[in-house]
């Protein structure tokens, strides 16, 4: 399952598996954080949820792991083992895998999925699709896929939302208006839920609903800006100015050389980048993402903004396209060049 921030990965896990209707099945939860980097430290975490729900396995592998003379390699396949005789099925739950980065750990889930029985599941929450065979279990039709596409809200479950948990009583108009802006994400209906609650003046509130709104912009720049290196906020904040993104305009407008990269792992990472095509040469920001990216670039480096635009009308005139050439002189203030 992949998806940005507040898309509702957890929820939707919690409902599949924790649920009535999941009894039946063994369920190992493990929520990860950044701690839990260290490869020992997470597959000892694994061992001990496995155990919750199957106590007899993996009582080798933790031995193992307190020696301190095995390898990791041996300690999986020591818990495969364990795993392989199990009499039911058993649903092991990694969510917030995005948080680990280290590459032994990465090399070590690959070789578990590699070898899982197939009473074994593994499912999986991240924001960013992990770096593990998913080609190669895609291939073999050994993969199902949840993404951001598949977790939007529909209109009819946005209204059930407001109605049902937020006790709001909107127009059908108003549900639709919000379900376009929000472009049916989870935590920004919620969101605007929240700003809605006590209010009288709700058509009001709905036709100016935007990244400005401030419980939008808190949780985007605490869940999503403040997390991101400085290369990538840079770039974020630099191409928020920009309708619509490619490599070659970013790099006008930043001054890089690496924007197709950038691009390429935005989307991986699922930060809020929609594609225009099925080649990935054209991109855009989801729109609210996009309003706060602009309102915290006026905030940090107003004077930029100008020369920002300019960069993007000199592309737009040099790639053949006048209009928007024109439009962004206009944004740079540069009335004698839009002219």
Not at 26 to 41: E, I, K, T, V
Not at 139 to 148: D, P, S, T, V
């Amino acid at each position: 399952m992949s998806a940005p921030a507040g898309f509702g990965k957890t929820t939707l896990l919690t409902d599949l598996f924790v649920g009535e209707e999941a009894k039946d099945q063994a369920l190992a939860w493990l929520s990860l954080d950044a701690g839990d980097n260290d490869p020992r430290r997470f597959w000892s975490y694994v061992i001990a949820a496995i155990q919750t729900a199957a106590p007899e396995a993996g009582e080798t592998a933790s031995a193992m792991l307190r020696s301190d003379k095995s390898g990791l390699e041996p300690v999986v396949a020591t818990l495969v083992n364990d795993l392989d005789v199990l009499p039911m099925d058993l649903v092991l739950v990694l969510d917030d895998y995005h948080l680990i980065d280290t590459a032994e750990i990465h090399e070590t889930v690959a070789f578990l999925l590699e070898h899982f029985p197939p009473q074994v599941h593994l499912a999986m929450a991240n924001r960013s699709d992990p770096p593990l065979p998913l080609a190669r279990l895609r291939a073999r039709g050994e993969l199902l896929e949840i993404r951001a596409a598949d977790l939007r809200f529909t209109i009819d479950e946005a209204s059930a939302y407001f109605r049902d948990s937020m006790g709001l009583d909107l127009a059908e108009d108003d549900v639709r208006a919000l379900e376009s802006r929000t472009e049916g994400w989870i935590a920004a209906l919620q969101l605007a839920a929240l700003s809605l609650q006590g209010r009288d003046d709700v058509a009001t509130f709905i036709a100016n609903f935007t990244g400005d709104d401030r419980f939008v912009v808190d949780y985007l720049a605490e869940e999503v800006l403040e997390r991101q290196p400085d290369d990538v906020r840079d770039f974020l904040l630099q191409t928020s100015i920009l309708g619509r993104l490619t490599a070659s305009l970013c790099d006008a407008v930043t001054g890089s050389t690496s924007s197709k990269a950038m691009l390429e792992s935005l989307e991986r990472a699922n930060l809020f980048v929609v594609p225009l095509d099925d080649h990935r040469r054209w991109y855009r920001y989801h729109h609210l993402f996009g309003d706060v990216l602009q309102a915290h670039l006026l905030n940090e480096r107003p004077d930029a903004v100008t020369a920002l635009h300019g960069r993007a009308s000199t592309w737009y005139e040099d790639n053949g396209d006048p209009s928007e050439a024109i439009a962004h002189a206009v944004a740079a203030n540069d009335f004698d060049r839009a002219a």
